[in-house]
């Protein structure tokens, strides 16, 4: 087993990021800087600077008979601006959700939502650093 986003992996990534810059919701930014910041200290060919738009909705999926929330949906969308000196900048849109069950202690939703909004965001990081990896 090797982690995602070991020191290894990170010396063998064929990128790096110059420049980060965020906008929108501030969790998902905080946790995206945490990840990809690993690769500001990489010294590679293809160097990027990106800015980074997110936004969470949470949204009720459905109501039981009182009118009461009964499910969610989480929708994180982040929009990508990807500069690189000399080349044509590239935007691109990605986007993860999760429906779950609403909880009658909302201290506890609320931390279950944290923890979902952290997840999403890994999926979401992943899924920028394969994209970055495999542009040319």
Do not use: C, P, W
Not at 11 to 31: A, C, P, T, V, W
Not at 61 to 80: E, M, P, R, T, Y
């Amino acid at each position: 087993y090797e982690a995602t986003n070991s020191k290894k992996k990170l010396l063998s990534s064929n990128f790096s990021i110059n420049q980060l810059i965020f906008y929108g919701d501030r969790e998902i930014n905080r946790k995206l800087k945490q990840q990809l910041s690993r690769y500001m200290q990489t010294k590679n060919i293809k160097i990027f600077d990106l800015e980074i738009e997110s936004d969470a909705t949470k949204t009720i999926v459905s109501k039981d008979s009182k009118g009461n929330a009964k499910n969610f949906n989480l929708n994180v969308d982040i929009l990508i601006k990807i500069k690189r000196t000399n080349h044509q900048d590239i935007k691109l849109l990605l986007n993860e959700s999760f429906k779950y069950n609403n909880n009658e202690d909302k201290f506890e939703l609320q931390r279950y939502e944290q923890g979902l909004k952290n997840n999403l965001s890994e999926i979401i990081v992943r899924r920028i650093v394969s994209k970055l990896s495999n542009i040319q």
